[in-house]
């Protein structure tokens, strides 16, 4: 019976990747990314210098200030399309009528997804630190490694939360509706929103940001600046909140840990729900 499910899995995963590889989006994506690397070698952004980054560390930095707008509503966009799209062209009740299981399915898709949206960013960085090695700059290894967990825990965060809006919505165009939806509002409560709503409500402060760690795009952002800017100066009087309840090591650790729960967290009850529900 394992096997059985091993080998609907298996099959799921290829079929998924192989799908996509194929589409115009992919590398267009994959290219997207590849290129805005290269863009910044040429306009000469590792020359910069900012708090005392330069080189390949100050080009990193900027690459995932990118990653922080376009990564998440990519990932939602893409995702939740998913399942409800393979139910409405019917792909699914093809699917499912060969020996696969529900959560083989779910779980194939899952991965394939993840697979095809983290490789093309780890390539770009990888690329960065090829390059950057070439033009004989110093390179971050540091930053390399932290970041790219840092980009893994974010990927699967969204998901997972992506693959959750696909199976609860009945239609594509409400599945990419609810995800711009969840979308504007993490991005709207961001930390300056964050302190206006605080200021005005006159809320306690330790509650407000306690709150705002809960948003995953205000850990990652955090996240990134907290390699970057050690000491949260960029932040102003919330990194004094952060770092009093926290030590930096520790912020790190639930920088990774905590987007990657969470999206883990989405995913299973997404899948529980699949298995549950009248899929066809």
Request: hydrophobic share 55%; net charge positive.
């Amino acid at each position: 019976m394992n096997n059985t499910k091993s080998k609907g899995f298996i099959s799921i995963l290829k079929l998924d990747l192989n799908q996509s590889i194929r589409t115009k989006g992919f590398w267009i994506y994959s290219l997207l990314f590849g290129g805005f690397v290269a863009y910044m070698f040429m306009s000469g952004i590792t020359e910069s210098q900012i708090i005392g980054f330069v080189g390949l560390g100050r080009l990193l930095v900027t690459f995932m200030q990118v990653c922080i707008v376009i990564i998440p509503i990519y990932v939602l966009i893409t995702v939740v399309r998913s399942i409800v799209g393979d139910k409405e062209s019917n792909v699914m009740e093809y699917m499912l009528s060969l020996p696969v299981s529900f959560n083989s399915f779910f779980w194939g898709k899952f991965f394939a997804k993840y697979i095809v949206i983290y490789i093309p960013l780890l390539f770009s960085l990888i690329l960065s630190i090829v390059w950057g090695s070439l033009l004989s700059l110093k390179v971050p290894w540091e930053f390399f490694w932290y970041y790219s967990a840092l980009l893994a825990a974010m990927v699967f965060c969204f998901l997972g939360l992506g693959m959750f809006i696909s199976v609860y919505t009945r239609s594509q165009e409400l599945a990419i509706s609810t995800a711009f939806v969840i979308w504007l509002v993490l991005v709207a409560f961001l930390d300056l929103l964050l302190m206006g709503m605080m200021l005005k409500l006159r809320v306690n402060p330790d509650m407000v940001i306690g709150l705002g760690m809960i948003n995953p795009l205000q850990v990652f952002r955090v996240g990134v600046l907290v390699l970057f800017d050690p000491k949260l100066t960029t932040m102003g009087p919330a990194a004094y909140y952060i770092f009093d309840t926290v030590s930096r090591a520790t912020f790190i650790a639930f920088a990774i840990l905590y987007p990657t729960l969470l999206g883990l967290l989405f995913a299973i009850f997404g899948a529980r729900r699949f298995r549950r529900k009248d899929v066809i």
